[in-house]
């Protein structure tokens, strides 16, 4: 946090390699870090964007770029409107870029375990055919943390020729802690990948890890050009700003390359652990107390659970009490059309027992 005041005061330019090496060079770090984590190849690289909303768009487009290109290099006739498809638990900001973007979104059908999977996908395909520019999987859904069965959609994107983009911008933290690291196995296909430090990875907003298996292709979407920006172009060949929808930019990573460089990346695996162990053991007092059902069994650090004989209009109360005591901050969702609480933790600092006084003020 002090770092990024740090950062803030110092007014540091980070959209060009002339005017933010050192801070171009730090953050290239730190995204390297989390590339080799997803086991992406060595020439990945990207940008930090403002948030996942943004990573996404930007990724989205760098898909809808990529497919333009290839049809046309294979001759073949663009379609009127192209299309997406993302699982049904996609986060909200997947529909809200293909709006910006005037693209459809096309929700398949997930397994029993709520994931997207090849097989579901190549449904999806068969119907929409040729007008599909990409796929956008989730790994750890904002409601639930389900992480879809990304290695069966990637192998039928590499297979289909289509662009395989992952929004891990919850999730993707937990693949710096070892034994959650197999959920994710298949994040090595992605052509584009979101991670937000901002959320389960301790760095202060704004920042979101927007990773590209071939940045040319992120470049190729993305670099503005204009006269005054050609020599700035001239130095080095890395400029920040070519790899999302943004000119200038603050440099938002530093503060998390900060971090693990002051702290080491095994401290990111054990604090990360540390709140997915919450989350099971959250699950079991859940399990334990007569007044609450588990809805869900924890996958990451999420825990979602009903309490019993409650309507819409009582979680939204208890919220709002529960806010105002300043005792917590535990917001209602949604789940198959039925009200639920939900824990997300991303502080390794709560305790076992912080839990036990939210379940009891549930009663
Ligand atoms: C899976 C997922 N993707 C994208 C986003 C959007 O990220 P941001 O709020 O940083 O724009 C969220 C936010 O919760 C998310 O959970």
Known sequence: MLFDLVVGACSIYGGSWIEGAGAAYAENEALRWLS??????????????????IGNLSAMVGARKAAIASFEA????????????????????VPSAAEVMGVDVIRAETDS????????????????????CGVV??????????VDDLASVGALCRERDVWFHVDAAYGGAALAAPQARAQFSGIEHADSLIIDPHKWLFAPYD?????WRNPDQGRAAH???AGYLEFLNAFGDWNPSDF?????????????????????????????QLTIDLAREAGRQVEAADHLRLVWEPQLSIVVFERIGWDGAQYQ?????????GLAFVVPSRHDGKPVFRFCFINPRTSTEDIAVIIDALR
């Open 74 to 93: 294979a001759g073949k006739p663009l379609p009127q409107r192209w299309a997406f498809v993302v699982s049904q638990t996609a986060h909200s900001s």
């Open 36 to 53: 080799n984590l997803a086991g992406l190849p060595a020439e990945a690289g990207g940008v930090f964007v403002p948030g996942g909303t």
């Open 223 to 225: 670099a503005q050009h």
């Open 244 to 272: 999302a929808i943004q000119l200038t930019r603050r440099a938002r990573g530093l503060p998390f390359w900060f971090s693990l460089a002051t702290y080491g990346s095994d401290a990111y695996g054990t604090a990360i």
């Open 137 to 146: 999987a989730t790994a750890g859904s904002t409601n639930l943390g389900v």
């Open 207 to 211: 920042c979101c890890a927007l990773i």
């Open 317 to 325: 109360a208890r919220s709002i009490e529960m806010m105002n005591e």
């Open 113 to 132: 375990r709520r994931r997207l999977t090849g097989d579901t996908v190549d449904a999806a395909l068969s119907q929409h055919g040729d007008r599909v």
